[in-house]
């Protein structure tokens, strides 16, 4: 994995051009778009934007609707210059980071990581659909309990069935017996086509799916499937990490991902990402889309460009090697947490390649979760996990005085044991 650091004046300079390739509103001819500047009263073109690129490509205001990686390259010509930033965040995603080959992949910025999830899933139910003529009723998703609630929102919405496999409660892997029973079920109710989903760190506990053991299941079984890998939360941090990542591409079973780059990458909120192996986004197309250059292959419809561009900084602005430090640094200050966690003899997982410790609820009092803003598996119920993120507001401090609270918190029930 691979892709240059480079220095901001470079970035300043490389997004200037690339807005310069864009329309602008105010110096040339437009009559076609509904697409202008910013309200000037609120949003006028101040001088300190020559050296606030991202700034400046919010105010260049560029719409990056359709889906730009198509090697016959027709998109909205007005906005080529950005366009070409993102399908240079969407390449360093599927090349450098999930291993992909060269230029064998299409995707978009997405607004989150839900919908790229969803537009997995509605591609595939198109895929089969045109491919084998098949009824919605004949397809369903088929992920861990785990999974994200975007899973349920994606059945629920291209109204397919779902079936949702078990979870081993101390390691979070799939239970595959459950698996197998899930799968014979669905067969039974008149499934014959799936879309299964791995996580690559669960929202709850960071978990990582075992994919081998599921797809050797399928094979076996000679299940037709297609597999969506949900990275939105680990897409930034285990690739990074680990040195035996099994959810790449180099994977063939695998056919897409989700990443998302406001969560671990910092970069505001807007900006999940859809990446899927070329010969796919053809089935997210709406032919009326006739206004459109190239037409539409998202879910989306008009995106803010300049989320697009946000990510490219944050890549760019690093460096593959300056990101792989900086999560070795976050991934540390997790370690040192769990080590403090064990000396409590407090339970939790954690998977060592991701920055979250899930404490069961009930070695931690809800006085403690509560001031910490620790958060629980359900917001509903009493809980049965409470969540820690090692994010990079997390300093030190804060978890140092977290863990002075917690000991005195354990040694005063300690007492009330011994008294009883
Ligand atoms: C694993 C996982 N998938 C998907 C999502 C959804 O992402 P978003 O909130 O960006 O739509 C999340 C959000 O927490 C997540 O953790």
């Known amino acids: 994995m691979f892709w240059k650091k480079i220095a901001q004046v470079e970035i300043n300079d490389i997004i200037k051009k690339a807005i310069a390739r864009n329309i602008n509103y105010r110096e040339q001819i437009l009559l076609g778009l509904p697409g202008t500047f910013l ?27 359709g889906c730009h ?36 992949h299409d995707g978009y910025v997405a607004p989150g990581g839900t919908e790229a999830n969803i537009q997995a899933v509605w591609l595939y139910r198109n895929y089969y659909q045109k491919t084998y003529r098949a009824k919605a009723e004949e397809i369903a998703i088929v992920y861990s309990q785990d999974s994200h609630y975007s899973m349920p929102k994606a059945a629920n919405i291209l109204g397919l ?25 669905a067969q039974k109710e008149g499934v014959k086509y799936f879309i299964v989903i791995q996580n690559m760190a669960t929202t709850m506990f960071g978990s990582v799916d075992d994919i081998d053991k599921v797809t050797e299941y399928l094979t076996q079984h000679d299940v037709e499937f297609k597999l969506h890998v949900d990275a939105a939360f680990g897409g930034f941090i285990y690739p990074f990490a680990t040195q035996h990542n099994a959810l790449t591409f180099k ?24 990446i899927i192996r070329k010969g796919y986004m053809k089935y997210g197309l709406t032919d009326e889309a006739n206004y459109v250059s190239g037409k539409d292959y998202t879910i989306s419809g008009s995106r803010s460009g300049a989320n697009a561009v946000s990510l490219w ?15 070795q640094k976050l991934l540390d200050k997790t370690t040192t947490l769990c080590h403090q966690l064990d000396k409590l003899s407090i339970h939790y997982y954690r998977n060592p390649f991701v920055n979250i410790i899930t404490v069961r609820a009930e070695y931690i009092s809800e006085e403690i979760a509560k001031k910490y803003h620790l958060v629980p598996d359900n917001t509903a119920q009493k809980p049965k996990w409470w969540k820690i993120v090692v994010m990079q507001h997390v300093q030190q401090g804060m978890l140092d005085q977290f863990i002075m609270e917690l000991k005195v918190e354990n040694s005063k029930n300690k007492k009330s044991i011994a008294t009883l």
Not at 44 to 61: G, H, K, Q, V
Not at 165 to 170: G, K, P, Q
């Open 39 to 65: 309200d000037e009263e609120q949003f006028y073109p101040a001088p300190f934007l020559e050296d606030s690129p991202f700034l400046a490509t919010l105010i260049n205001n560029p719409n990056h609707i």
């Open 161 to 185: 069935k779902q079936y949702v496999v078990t979870v081993d409660d101390d390691s979070r892997l799939i239970n595959i017996n459950d698996f197998d029973q899930q799968i014979k079920k």
């Open 251 to 274: 994977n063939k079973d695998i056919t897409s991902f989700t990443l998302d780059g406001h969560k671990m990458l910092q970069t505001l909120y807007g900006t999940g990402i859809f």
């Open 313 to 327: 900084m944050i890549l760019k602005s690093y460096g593959s090697m300056g990101w792989a430090v900086k999560i």
């Open 69 to 104: 990686t198509f090697s016959n390259g027709k998109s909205e010509p007005f906005f080529a210059g950005t366009q070409q930033l993102e399908v240079e965040v969407l390449k360093i995603c599927a090349e450098e980071i999930l291993e992909g080959e060269t230029d064998a």
